[in-house]
């Protein structure tokens, strides 16, 4: 059985890796770096990754080491129905990769291109999932996280998993507001943030049309 200093141990563990992981991931942090030493900027992405899964292992670690009593069981047809998740949620990550820039998201293209600039270069755009749902990575991992077996370790670690991505989300659309101007803020309006609403989409011809505005925007500012 988990004892309840191992849950606060954990607890305080995780706590600790989203203040640290919300700190590096500013536009603060990024900003102080750009005064004092510019230099390292182009790294600063590839840093950060690292940094993170470095981070990451000791919660886990927590996690992991002392498991107690199943709380929640998917068992039966259940236990068939959190495995079919398991695979529709590995086989979206695998899917919505095809719409990413995978060389700037592990930091590589800054690093080859000495980018110096705090902002990511990354132009706005709204793959097939980001027409349903404005965070298809953060929806898939809750649906992942939350179809799984839960002892009182991992119960606490989805409830506090499940806080820091919708608090980080807002903190997330902050920042793409200030790299994609009013564009990202009518995007924001017309879809639906974690989690996917009938009513709160965009068909594929609307979501060309908010394009065409980011590329009129950019043809007016050159």
């Not at 305080?12 to 750009?34: Q, T």
């Not at 998201?105 to 097939?128: C, N, T, Y």
């Not at 659309?173 to 965009?202: I, M, N, S």
């Amino acid at each position: 059985m988990t004892s309840s200093n191992h849950l606060l141990d954990l607890s305080a563990a995780w706590l600790l890796y989203f203040l640290l992981h919300s700190f590096l991931a500013s536009l603060k942090s990024k900003r102080w770096l750009e005064m004092r030493w510019p230099g390292l900027l182009p790294w600063y992405r590839i840093a950060f990754n690292v940094v993170a899964l470095v981070l990451l292992a000791f919660p886990l670690w927590l996690l992991y080491s002392q498991p107690g009593e199943l709380l929640i069981e998917w068992s039966g047809y259940l236990q068939w129905l959190s495995h079919l998740i398991a695979l529709l949620v590995f086989a979206g990550f695998l899917w919505s990769t095809r719409y990413y820039d995978g060389d700037e998201f592990l930091g590589l293209k800054q690093a080859r291109e000495k980018v110096r600039q705090v902002e990511d270069q990354e132009s706005f755009h709204i793959s097939p999932l980001h027409r349903y749902v404005r965070h298809p990575w953060y929806f898939l991992g809750l649906l992942l996280i939350w179809s799984r077996d839960m002892d009182a370790g991992f119960l606490l670690s989805a409830i506090m998993i499940t806080i820091y991505i919708v608090i980080g989300s807002r903190l997330e659309e902050k920042k793409l507001g200030v790299y994609h101007g009013p564009v990202y803020q009518e995007y924001t309006q017309r879809v639906a943030g974690l989690f996917p609403l009938p009513w709160k989409y965009l068909t594929r011809q609307q979501a060309m049309e908010l394009l065409k505005q980011v590329e009129k925007r950019a043809t007016a500012a050159s």
